[in-house]
Structure formats: structure tokens, C-alpha cells
């Protein structure tokens, strides 16, 4: 099968560099990195070296896959000369998650939605990927009826450079940190989570609330969630539905460390919600958020996409 050629835009960001170590592990060999003016001509770890992303670079006719990480108003655009020029674009900022016509796909809840693509395909927020993926089970047997999730979010979700910033702030004296846009009621991050949970389980009414907060770890994102079913659903049921689904891994008390360069989403903590009744469930999620909240799932998306349609020879 012919090499897809691959950008990665975004590539010296924390997300791009995890994109860039998973394609070389997973062994693509035809690939680009781009980035802003301001990084054009670095030489990155595995010797690459980094290229402007310009409309015209991005539109020469040259990509069949490019992979964005660069933050919402530069996916606005940057996206559509990607397109233009022929690659499929897997985007992961909240540019496109929404948009009518756009698939936003986890592969292990709805990847085939991703082969209706136009062109884009968007990959979700770094807490709807592993929350849906604990619930579409859940839904599966015993129907949704209600949603709450809180999130312990690591500050490598806010960049490379929030990471810096951690690293150089003396040991205990971090703090949460609630650092999303706020609308005077909710943020962002908080309505992004109900609205892409939504789409990807296509359930557009489901009642889903959450509350977002930033913790000081590098890597690895973590969420309780409560989950009131249709049906009853014993704990030992769930149990047994979450670990045979695939993506999903048990451990009795997963935290973000577990989940460091784990492809898993690490799922415990299963038990009766003592506050709701009979229908009430509640439980813990770890993930590494750069990459099954990012990278890896774009790529797999990626590699799904190459499998129903290689590229031409
Ligand atoms: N971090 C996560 O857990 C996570 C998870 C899911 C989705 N995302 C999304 O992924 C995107 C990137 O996140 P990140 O954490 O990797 O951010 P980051 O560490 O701040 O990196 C941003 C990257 O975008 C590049 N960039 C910025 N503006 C650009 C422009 N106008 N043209 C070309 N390149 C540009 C930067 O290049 P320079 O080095 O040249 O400035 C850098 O490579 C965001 O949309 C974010 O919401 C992040």
C-alpha cells in the first residue's frame, strides 16, 4: 500500500510532538512537520525540520493527511487550504467539533461516522473522548437517562507552555486553576463537554452537566462521572461491560500517573451512586490526555480512514 504523506501542523506543541513520536511508532515514514513562522527551520527530535505552515504550502497538492494541532482560530484558517489542496485534515481544536456536515469521532464509539467526511474530520475535547467511550457501553445496555462528570484536568491541556510554567513553580505551591472562558455561568470547557457528548453519542438531549477544573500534574486527565440509566444496571454489571469494551482497561483506582503513555483509557472506581436511586452508577476515568485525548485518536481516526480507502498508487 502506497505511503499516505502526512503534515503534522502544529508539530512543535505539545500535542504535535506526541502526533509525531505515535507516527514514527506506528511506522508512517512520509512525514512533514509544520508549524507558525515562529518555529520554521527548527530541527526537532528525530531530526525533522520544521516548515512554515502557510495557505500555500498547506495547499500545494502534496498532503493526503494532515493532522492540526494549532488552536481554534488558527484551524479556522488553515484548514480549508489543507482541503483545498486534497488532504483529508483531522483537526483537533474546537473549530469544526460542532458544525453540521463535520463527523467528530471517537473510533470506538462512532468511527464510522468519520467516513462521511468532506474533507474534515473533527476530533473531539480531551474529556468527551474517554467519557463517551465509558458511556456509549453503558448507554448500549441499559440507556442514558442522566449524566454529571467533574474533571481533574492536567495543564498539558493548555500547551507546552503551561507545562513549562508548572515545572518552574516551586513543589507545593501549585494550585486548581479554573482557566477557560467564562460565561457567567459556565465555561467553555463545560459546555463543550455536554455539547460533543452529545454528537458522538448522538443523543442530542441527553441532561449532562460538568464541572471543569485545572489540577497541577503535567499529563493525564481524570473525571468522575454519576450515571443515572434507563434500566437498571447492577455496579458488577457495568464492571463487566466496561472491561470488555474496547479502549477501556479496569483498574480498581486509576489516576493520571497510571495512565501516563498508556493508550487505554483506564476506567474504576464502578459502584451504586448511594445519592441517586436504584438506576444511579458512579465511577473514575484516567487518560492520558496528549494522547488518547489527542494524538492517538486523531491517528486512529487516520488509520481508519486509510483502511476503507488507501491511498491511490
Ligand atoms: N493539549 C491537549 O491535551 C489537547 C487535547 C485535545 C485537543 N487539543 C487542541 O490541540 C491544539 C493544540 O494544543 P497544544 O496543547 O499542542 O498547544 P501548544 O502546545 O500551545 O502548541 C500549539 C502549536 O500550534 C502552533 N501554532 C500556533 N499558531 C499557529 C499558526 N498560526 N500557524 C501554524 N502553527 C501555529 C504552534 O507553533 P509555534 O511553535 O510555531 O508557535 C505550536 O506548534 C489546540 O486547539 C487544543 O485545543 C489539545
Known amino acids: 500500500m502506497p505511503e499516505p504523506r502526512i503534515a503534522v501542523v502544529g508539530a512543535t506543541g505539545a500535542v504535535g510532538g506526541v502526533t509525531l513520536r505515535l507516527l514514527r511508532e506506528r511506522g508512517f515514514e512520509r512525514v512533514r512537520a509544520l508549524a507558525s513562522a515562529r518555529s520554521a527551520g527548527r530541527e526537532l527530535e528525530g531530526g525533522l525540520v520544521v516548515e512554515e505552515a502557510t495557505p500555500d504550502a498547506l495547499a500545494a497538492g502534496d498532503i493526503d493527511l494532515a493532522f492540526f494541532s494549532v488552536g481554534t482560530s488558527a484551524s479556522r484558517e488553515l484548514v480549508p487550504h489543507a482541503v483545498r489542496g486534497g488532504a483529508v485534515a483531522v483537526d483537533k481544536s474546537s473549530a469544526y467539533r460542532l458544525q453540521d456536515g463535520i463527523p467528530l469521532v471517537v473510533p470506538e464509539v462512532n468511527g464510522e461516522r468519520a467516513l462521511e467526511h468532506d474533507g474534515i474530520v473533527a476530533n473531539p475535547n480531551c474529556c468527551a473522548i474517554p467519557l463517551t467511550m465509558a458511556l456509549k457501553p453503558l448507554h448500549d445496555a441499559a440507556g442514558l437517562a442522566r449524566v454529571r462528570v467533574s474533571t481533574y484536568q492536567s495543564v498539558s491541556g493548555a500547551g507546552a507552555q503551561r507545562m513549562e510554567e508548572l515545572r518552574a513553580t516551586p513543589s507545593g505551591e501549585g494550585n486548581l486553576a479554573m482557566d477557560w472562558d467564562f460565561d457567567g455561568e459556565e465555561f467553555d470547557e463545560e459546555s463543550k463537554l455536554r455539547d460533543e457528548t452529545r454528537k458522538i453519542l448522538e443523543l442530542p438531549e441527553l441532561p449532562i452537566s460538568a464541572t471543569c477544573v485545572r489540577v497541577p500534574i503535567l499529563v493525564g486527565h481524570a473525571e468522575a462521572v454519576w450515571v443515572e440509566t434507563q ?19 479496569l483498574l480498581d483506582f486509576p489516576t493520571p500517573r497510571d495512565a501516563l503513555d498508556v493508550d487505554d483509557v483506564l476506567v474504576g472506581r464502578i459502584r451504586p451512586d448511594r445519592a441517586a436511586g436504584e438506576n444511579g452508577l458512579t465511577l473514575f476515568l484516567a487518560c492520558d490526555n496528549l494522547r488518547k485525548g489527542a494524538a492517538l485518536n486523531a491517528i486512529q481516526i487516520a488509520e481508519l480512514l486509510l483502511a476503507r480507502h488507501p491511498i491511490p498508487a
Open 231 to 249: 434500566e437498571q444496571l447492577s455496579a458488577d454489571e457495568a464492571r463487566d461491560l466496561l472491561g470488555r469494551a474496547p479502549g477501556l482497561r
